[in-house]
């Protein structure tokens, strides 16, 4: 008899169930269509702005501080740059820092958390969970003025200050699960099996984790974006003319309310963002419960 | 022939999931008496909660029922108002569930689940030490020791007998009429489980409740209700009082189930019973039994059978009972 | 006289908490020859899941000595010999909790066969192993929520065999499964065990099923050994007031069985919590028999019959051997 591997769900509909929960949600869709715009602007925006230009050293004291138009959607600011095209750059710059801290954040965290869970007993579970309370404990603001005033303010060391604050909470939170799951019975059986500890950390653990941290990652989009503008609101992050949602607000709040435009829409902006990754969270939330509903 | 406090007429209930609708209960009926005790058996997945379920209206919300009636002192408990629904769980009808610790709330101590329960119960306003006079009075009548020590207590430091008991306790504040036991026992040892039963037996006695009783473990039933219901798939495959259906089983269901149940005087491990049950997806048309019965006939897959009487008072849901097909043994 | 394939003595497991210790198994001596099912019956506190996590491995013995082959087992898994990991494996008792819900049936089973490697191919051997625990091969693209429990529990079956082990620990296995599922299940069970050469640890708290897969029986309670005894002597002749407690609260369906069990003693109390065992006998506050001696004493473990050990003082007498 031959022993072949057979085949098992065609992967339609092994995904299929997954966007089946993630849609079962309309706000989740929402969420995703806002995200997905928000991509789509950013990846374009030197095609689709209509005065790319404003994005760069741009000055046409003409068309300043111009109320919203037909002409420009969301009005100028005091320098004549169209709003609404700085938006869209500034989205890029906001999605660069999401991309970025991710990346570098997310894996090490996971796999810090995973040794720390696995090997609870052990002394350096316990190192690993301590250097991770230290980096928890001083607020992410702090760390992000500390780190930025030893290397110059500019956009990469602003994404690296934000990017030393958050891997610990992926530490935390792999830590967290990692530790109960050790203790179920599947795993108890791998290790009389004589399976190595990187077999259970990352094919036994890992997975049943993995619906948790797809759903940090989804809110993290919103909370980076959230933490980046702050940086750049006192100055830290993007510096001038790169257009950044933060700077924006800054920049623009010397005119309120009399020109409100040159503030609210970024801020409106940063609003829509952080609400469309959270309803994304939702979404991949629910897609990893495992509720009959 | 008692007057009839619950009857549940031709249930339908489904279940949405993602693959479809889970057709679950497939015209049940039940009937329990004033001061009856009734029995449900069955195994897992079999239906048994989500009777129970639709009667007292707990269903979850992926739950319907698509048809069917169930009427309490002959008023039809699926279409009363939140008013008087919740007038019958306050003062006629509570329910025990299985696990005992899931039905307390973990973050409050007995004394504060209980006076809530107490209080809502009444007719009048109760002061503190009335209500804690009533609380005293049920915890005794749960035959639990040191009633004051455990009123102060998390449910976390008490046992798992003593839970249960606190339980009972709950439940009889607000049934006056009739108890639902959900697997009472089950997660509990042995000897405290048989504690619990013969506990469970005087109250109902005593107080002339009717009680109903799930559970897939036949040997508590037996001892304890005067009417069983044997459901498989969904279905009431077998009724009647509990020592003929036991000693004399006629549903080919209920005839391999006993079988299957290892014997204390021994005689080796039995057969069971081959085959699965059939998926809620797409069950079939006839006979739910029909993909494991050994005594299959054609007519098993056109309709499900309707209950025959096979002798005094017990019925079973089987073609083979009906003169039409041979009235085989 | 064979020589016992596993034999503890004095063996002993404390658990330190912050609430104090916990004497979870004390002081227990049993013997076990190949080829038995050696049955463990108790309720909740009574030590069997603690012997049986010893056994394995889990932790190792407080004190006393667990010997398996000649080899001393008071080393926990992670320092045994491989050779010792691999012949001894545990099916468990939640089937749901048993298997890793992300992997399929394949990927379970494949665990042990990529670390112990044989001549033949891996797919083979999984398909082998599906074939010995009497399931379809197309079950190993499934996934555990596919599964019913009686199959989940021969998926772990099927794993455990992966390492071709001499003596199989099963804790509780049938206990989350309907009744028509579970006779299947041991069927398979008692079938593997003719022809494989295995040994069964079996622990359990169903008598009815104990009575009919089990060739020995021990019984504990509190963490100490009450009785053991050949399974036909422990049901007709039980000798401990606690087996008698405990097999007359067995709900049975026949008069035939009724009328099997011993006279009823109807347990009163709750169990007592690991942390406050009562001394002398710890069975004392619930016995209806109870002496003075029994609450200052602690009664031992003595052969009062041809292979039937009792620790009761009701039974002071070893039988005298002819």
């Known amino acids: 008899m031959r022993a072949t591997k057979r085949p098992g769900l065609p992967l339609s509909q092994k995904y299929g169930k997954y966007w089946y929960k993630f849609s079962r949600n309309r706000l989740s869709i929402v969420g995703l269509v806002a995200i997905a715009a928000v991509v789509f602007v950013a990846i374009f925006a030197p095609w689709i702005s209509p005065y790319p230009q404003s994005a760069g050293l741009y000055v046409n004291f003409n068309q300043a501080s111009l109320p919203p138009s037909a002409t420009h959607l969301f009005g100028t600011d005091e320098y004549g740059r169209d709003v609404l095209s700085r938006l869209m750059f500034g989205f890029r710059y906001s999605l660069e820092l999401v991309v970025v801290v991710l990346s570098l954040d997310v894996i090490p965290g996971v796999v810090l958390g995973l040794i720390a869970g696995y090997f609870i007993s052990r002394w350096f579970s316990t190192v690993i969970m301590r250097v991770a309370d230290v980096f928890i404990a001083v607020p992410p603001l702090i760390l992000a003025l500390s780190v930025v005033a030893i290397l110059k303010p500019g956009g990469i060391n602003a994404f690296l200050a934000i990017a030393l604050a958050w891997w610990p909470w992926y530490t935390r939170l792999v830590y967290g699960q990692a530790s109960s799951i050790r203790n179920e019975d599947f795993v108890h059986a791998a290790q009389l099996a004589g399976a190595s500890s990187t077999h259970i950390m990352f094919r036994e653990i890992l997975p049943n984790i993995l619906g948790s941290i797809l759903t940090k990652v989804s809110l993290d989009g919103g909370w980076t974006i959230l933490i980046g503008a702050a940086l750049s609101y006192v100055g830290l992050g993007a510096q001038a003319p790169t257009p950044d949602l933060g700077t924006m607000i800054s920049d623009g709040s010397a005119y309120l309310p009399a020109q409100w435009w040159i503030s609210m829409f970024p801020a409106l902006a940063i609003v829509v963002v952080i609400l469309g990754f959270n309803l994304i969270g939702d979404g991949v939330n629910d897609m990893f419960s495992s509720e009959i509903r | ?329 | 006289m064979s020589e016992p394939i596993l034999s503890a003595h004095n063996l002993t497991r404390y658990f330190q908490t912050n609430k104090g210790v916990i004497k979870a198994v004390e002081a227990v001596d049993f013997a076990m020859h190949e080829g038995e099912v050696f049955g463990i019956v108790g309720e909740s506190g009574s030590g069997k899941t603690t012997i049986g996590n010893m056994i394995i491995g889990i932790y190792p013995p407080t004190s006393g000595t667990l010997v398996y082959k000649g080899e001393d087992l008071s080393k926990s898994a992670n320092r045994r010999s491989k050779e010792l990991k691999r012949d001894i494996q545990m099916v468990f008792q939640n089937p749901a909790s048993s298997l890793n819900p992300k992997r399929t049936v394949r990927q379970a089973i494949e665990v042990p066969l990529k670390v112990n490697k044989t001549d033949v191919s891996i797919a083979q051997r999984v398909d082998e192993l599906l074939n010995l625990v009497e399931l379809p091969l197309e079950f190993a693209e499934r996934y555990p929520g596919e599964l019913g429990g009686g199959e989940k529990q021969l998926v772990s079956i099927a794993r455990a065999l992966g390492t071709n082990p001499s003596l199989l620990v099963l804790d509780e296995p049938t206990s989350a499964l309907d009744v028509s599922i579970q006779a299947k299940m041991i069927n398979v069970l008692l079938r593997l065990k003719e022809r494989l050469g295995l040994s069964y640890i079996f622990i359990t708290h169903n008598l009815s099923l104990m009575r009919n897969v089990a060739d020995r029986v021990m019984i504990m309670y509190l963490g100490k050994v009450r009785e053991i005894a050949p399974t036909e002597e422990f049901f007709r002749n039980p000798l401990h007031p606690y087996t008698k407690m405990l097999l007359s609260s067995i709900p049975v369906i026949t008069d035939v069985e009724e009328r099997a069990k011993p006279q009823r003693i109807v347990s009163t109390g709750e169990i007592s919590g690991a942390l406050n065992i009562p001394p002398g006998c710890s069975f004392h506050p619930r016995c209806p028999f109870v002496m003075d001696t029994c609450k200052s004493t602690d009664p031992p473990l003595l052969e009062v019959e041809k292979n039937h050990w009792v620790d009761c003082h009701l039974y002071p007498n070893e039988y005298k051997k002819t």
């Not at chain 2, 101590?109 to 809530?116: A, L, R, S």
């Not at chain 2, 107490?118 to 005293?136: F, G, K, N, P």
């Open chain 2, 1 to 329: 022939m008692s007057m009839s406090l619950v009857q549940v007429e031709n249930l339908k209930v489904e279940y949405k999931v993602y693959e479809g609708w889970l057709k679950v209960l497939n015209g049940v009926n039940i009937s329990v008496g004033k001061g009856e005790k009734v029995g449900i058996i069955g195994e897992s997945a079999c239906g048994k909660t989500t009777t129970v379920k639709s009667m007292l209206r707990l269903l979850a919300s992926n739950g319907r029922i698509t048809q069917g009636k169930v009427t309490y002192h002959g008023d039809n408990v699926l279409d009363m108002s939140r008013g008087d629904l919740t007038s019958m769980r306050r003062k006629k009808v509570s329910m025990i569930f299985q696990d005992p610790s899931a039905a307390l709330n973990p973050v409050f101590t007995i004394k504060e689940q209980m006076y809530d329960i107490i209080r809502v119960s009444a007719d009048e306003r109760l002061s503190t030490s009335e209500v804690h006079e009533r609380a005293v009075g049920f915890l005794k009548q749960a035959a639990l020791p040191e009633p004051d020590r455990i009123l102060d207590s998390y449910p976390f430091q008490l046992s798992g007998g003593m839970k249960q008991r606190v339980n009972i306790a709950f439940a009889l504040i607000s049934a006056n009429e009739l108890l639902v036991a959900d697997e009472p026992g089950t997660s509990l040892d042995v000897t405290i489980e048989d504690q619990i039963m013969r506990l469970l037996k005087q109250i109902v006695d005593e107080r002339g409740l009717s009680i109903i009783l799930i559970s897939h473990a036949l040997g508590t039933v037996k001892n304890f209700v005067d009417r069983v219901y044997v459901m498989y798939a969904g279905t009431i495959v077998e009724e009647g009082p509990t020592d003929q259906v036991f000693s004399d089983p006629r549903h080919p269901y209920t005839r391999m189930l006993i079988d299957s149940i290892p014997k204390l005087t021994g005689g080796g491990v039995p057969e069971g019973i081959l085959g699965q049950v059939p998926s809620y997806l797409t069950p079939p048309n006839g006979c739910r039994f029909v993909t494991r019965c050994p005594y299959k006939m054609p007519v098993c897959d056109g309709a499900m059978p309707a209950l025959y009487s096979v002798a005094d008072g017990q019925a079973a849901a089987c073609y083979l009972y009906d003169e039409k097909y041979g009235a085989k043994k």
